[in-house]
Protein backbone atom coordinates (compact mmCIF):
# COMPACT_ATOMS: atom_id res chain seq x y z
CA UNK A 1 0.00 0.00 0.00
CA UNK A 2 1.57 3.27 -1.38
CA UNK A 3 -0.14 5.06 2.33
CA UNK A 4 1.84 3.23 4.14
CA UNK A 5 4.83 3.80 2.63
CA UNK A 6 4.49 7.36 2.58
CA UNK A 7 3.52 7.33 6.28
CA UNK A 8 6.97 7.61 7.22
CA UNK A 9 8.06 10.77 5.10
CA UNK A 10 4.46 12.62 5.70
CA UNK A 11 4.56 11.77 9.64
CA UNK A 12 7.37 14.24 10.08
CA UNK A 13 6.44 16.83 8.57
CA UNK A 14 2.46 16.90 10.23
CA UNK A 15 4.23 16.69 13.53
CA UNK A 16 6.73 19.80 12.18
CA UNK A 17 3.62 21.88 11.98
CA UNK A 18 1.69 20.50 14.81
CA UNK A 19 4.53 21.98 16.63
CA UNK A 20 4.48 25.12 14.58
CA UNK A 21 0.68 26.15 14.95
CA UNK A 22 0.48 24.79 18.63
CA UNK A 23 3.35 26.97 19.47
CA UNK A 24 1.89 29.92 17.53
CA UNK A 25 -1.40 29.70 19.58
CA UNK A 26 0.80 29.26 22.83
CA UNK A 27 2.33 32.33 22.71
CA UNK A 28 -0.57 34.32 21.19
CA UNK A 29 -2.55 33.58 24.27
CA UNK A 30 0.37 34.24 26.47
CA UNK A 31 0.89 37.83 24.75
CA UNK A 32 -2.56 39.06 24.78
CA UNK A 33 -5.45 36.37 26.18
CA UNK A 34 -3.41 36.61 30.02
CA UNK A 35 -2.50 39.85 30.66
CA UNK A 36 -6.28 40.70 29.77
CA UNK A 37 -7.31 38.37 32.28
CA UNK A 38 -5.27 39.36 34.71
CA UNK A 39 -6.39 43.04 34.48
CA UNK A 40 -9.57 42.40 34.67
CA UNK A 41 -9.01 39.96 37.97
CA UNK A 42 -6.66 42.77 39.34
CA UNK A 43 -9.24 45.55 38.79
CA UNK A 44 -12.06 43.51 40.62
CA UNK A 45 -9.99 43.49 43.27
CA UNK A 46 -8.83 46.87 43.66
CA UNK A 47 -12.45 47.87 43.33
CA UNK A 48 -13.67 45.38 46.06
CA UNK A 49 -11.16 46.91 48.39
CA UNK A 50 -12.42 50.17 47.79
CA UNK A 51 -15.35 49.18 48.21
CA UNK A 52 -14.89 47.85 51.73
CA UNK A 53 -12.28 50.97 52.37
CA UNK A 54 -15.61 53.01 51.67
CA UNK A 55 -18.06 51.08 54.27
CA UNK A 56 -15.76 50.83 56.76
CA UNK A 57 -15.32 54.63 55.91
CA UNK A 58 -19.16 54.73 56.25
CA UNK A 59 -19.48 53.02 59.48
CA UNK A 60 -16.52 55.26 60.88
CA UNK A 61 -18.67 58.02 60.25
CA UNK A 62 -21.91 56.70 61.47
CA UNK A 63 -19.86 55.57 64.82
CA UNK A 64 -18.63 59.61 65.45
CA UNK A 65 -22.10 60.56 64.53
CA UNK A 66 -23.11 58.39 67.52
CA UNK A 67 -20.41 59.77 69.82
CA UNK A 68 -21.67 62.83 69.27
CA UNK A 69 -24.95 62.82 69.49
CA UNK A 70 -24.57 60.59 72.83
CA UNK A 71 -21.95 63.94 73.86
CA UNK A 72 -24.89 66.04 73.03
CA UNK A 73 -27.25 64.32 74.97
CA UNK A 74 -25.23 64.14 78.26
CA UNK A 75 -24.48 67.89 77.52
CA UNK A 76 -28.01 68.35 78.25
CA UNK A 77 -28.79 66.17 80.58
CA UNK A 78 -25.77 68.43 82.46
CA UNK A 79 -27.75 71.58 82.02
CA UNK A 80 -30.66 70.49 82.64
CA UNK A 81 -29.48 69.33 85.78
CA UNK A 82 -27.71 72.51 86.28
CA UNK A 83 -31.03 74.58 86.12
CA UNK A 84 -33.03 72.46 88.08
CA UNK A 85 -30.33 72.43 90.97
CA UNK A 86 -29.85 76.05 90.28
CA UNK A 87 -34.15 77.02 90.06
CA UNK A 88 -34.14 74.21 93.72
CA UNK A 89 -31.80 77.08 95.82
CA UNK A 90 -34.16 79.69 93.89
CA UNK A 91 -37.14 78.27 95.19
CA UNK A 92 -36.00 77.28 98.83
CA UNK A 93 -34.93 81.03 99.18
CA UNK A 94 -38.17 81.84 98.17
CA UNK A 95 -41.74 81.84 99.91
CA UNK A 96 -43.91 78.90 99.00
CA UNK A 97 -46.00 80.66 96.50
CA UNK A 98 -42.79 81.33 93.99
CA UNK A 99 -41.97 77.72 95.07
CA UNK A 100 -45.08 76.63 93.28
CA UNK A 101 -44.34 78.66 90.17
CA UNK A 102 -40.53 77.93 90.01
CA UNK A 103 -41.18 74.09 89.77
CA UNK A 104 -43.54 74.54 87.44
CA UNK A 105 -41.47 76.68 85.01
CA UNK A 106 -38.31 74.16 85.56
CA UNK A 107 -41.02 71.62 84.35
CA UNK A 108 -41.28 73.00 81.31
CA UNK A 109 -37.77 73.81 80.63
CA UNK A 110 -37.19 70.41 81.16
CA UNK A 111 -39.91 69.03 79.17
CA UNK A 112 -38.63 71.39 75.99
CA UNK A 113 -35.10 69.78 76.68
CA UNK A 114 -36.05 66.41 76.66
CA UNK A 115 -37.82 66.81 73.56
CA UNK A 116 -35.05 68.42 72.07
CA UNK A 117 -32.89 65.48 73.33
CA UNK A 118 -35.09 62.84 71.54
CA UNK A 119 -35.61 64.93 68.87
CA UNK A 120 -31.50 65.24 68.50
CA UNK A 121 -31.94 61.46 68.94
CA UNK A 122 -34.76 60.65 66.19
CA UNK A 123 -32.44 62.92 63.47
CA UNK A 124 -29.90 61.19 64.18
CA UNK A 125 -31.37 57.63 63.85
CA UNK A 126 -33.12 59.26 60.85
CA UNK A 127 -29.65 60.05 59.86
CA UNK A 128 -28.30 56.83 60.22
CA UNK A 129 -30.64 54.18 58.90
CA UNK A 130 -30.41 56.83 55.43
CA UNK A 131 -26.27 56.19 55.72
CA UNK A 132 -26.82 52.57 56.50
CA UNK A 133 -29.32 52.02 53.75
CA UNK A 134 -27.13 54.03 50.78
CA UNK A 135 -23.76 51.78 52.14
CA UNK A 136 -26.03 48.43 52.24
CA UNK A 137 -26.87 48.99 48.63
CA UNK A 138 -23.91 50.21 47.51
CA UNK A 139 -22.14 46.89 49.19
CA UNK A 140 -24.57 44.95 47.80
CA UNK A 141 -24.08 45.97 43.92
CA UNK A 142 -20.33 46.14 44.37
CA UNK A 143 -19.95 42.63 46.05
CA UNK A 144 -22.72 40.69 44.15
CA UNK A 145 -23.45 42.94 40.74
CA UNK A 146 -27.14 43.22 41.95
CA UNK A 147 -29.11 46.39 41.81
CA UNK A 148 -30.78 47.28 45.28
CA UNK A 149 -33.64 49.47 45.14
CA UNK A 150 -33.64 52.46 48.28
CA UNK A 151 -37.04 50.56 49.33
CA UNK A 152 -35.49 47.06 49.34
CA UNK A 153 -32.34 48.72 51.14
CA UNK A 154 -34.68 50.67 53.84
CA UNK A 155 -36.85 46.94 54.46
CA UNK A 156 -33.59 45.14 55.25
CA UNK A 157 -31.60 48.02 57.34
CA UNK A 158 -35.00 48.60 59.07
CA UNK A 159 -35.53 44.81 59.90
CA UNK A 160 -32.06 44.53 61.54
CA UNK A 161 -32.44 47.96 63.19
CA UNK A 162 -35.59 45.97 64.78
CA UNK A 163 -33.64 42.90 65.49
CA UNK A 164 -30.85 45.05 66.89
CA UNK A 165 -33.27 46.93 69.30
CA UNK A 166 -34.76 43.94 70.36
CA UNK A 167 -32.12 42.27 71.60
CA UNK A 168 -30.58 45.64 73.57
CA UNK A 169 -34.38 45.48 75.07
CA UNK A 170 -33.62 42.34 76.67
CA UNK A 171 -29.95 43.41 77.50
CA UNK A 172 -30.07 46.64 79.17
CA UNK A 173 -33.94 47.88 79.01
CA UNK A 174 -33.47 51.05 75.89
CA UNK A 175 -34.97 50.37 73.03
CA UNK A 176 -35.19 52.46 69.52
CA UNK A 177 -39.19 53.37 69.81
CA UNK A 178 -41.14 51.73 66.66
CA UNK A 179 -42.50 55.51 65.96
CA UNK A 180 -38.68 56.45 65.78
CA UNK A 181 -37.93 53.57 63.39
CA UNK A 182 -41.07 54.81 61.29
CA UNK A 183 -40.21 58.44 61.18
CA UNK A 184 -37.02 57.51 60.12
CA UNK A 185 -37.64 55.17 57.13
CA UNK A 186 -40.59 58.11 55.80
CA UNK A 187 -38.16 60.32 55.78
CA UNK A 188 -35.48 58.93 53.82
CA UNK A 189 -38.00 58.08 51.27
Not at 7 to 23: A, P, R
Not at 45 to 66: F, H, M, P, T, Y
Not at 107 to 131: F, H, P, S, Y
Amino acid sequence: MPQINQLSTVFNSQLFWLIVVFGIIYFVIARTMVPKVRSVMDGRSERIADEIARAEAARAVAEKAQEAWALRLEKSRAEAAAVAQEARRAADRENEAMVNAAVAKINLKLDAAEQNIRKAAADIREEMVGVAADATQDLVERLTGIRVDKEEALVAVTAELELMAKSADRADGSHFAKSDRQRAVEKVR
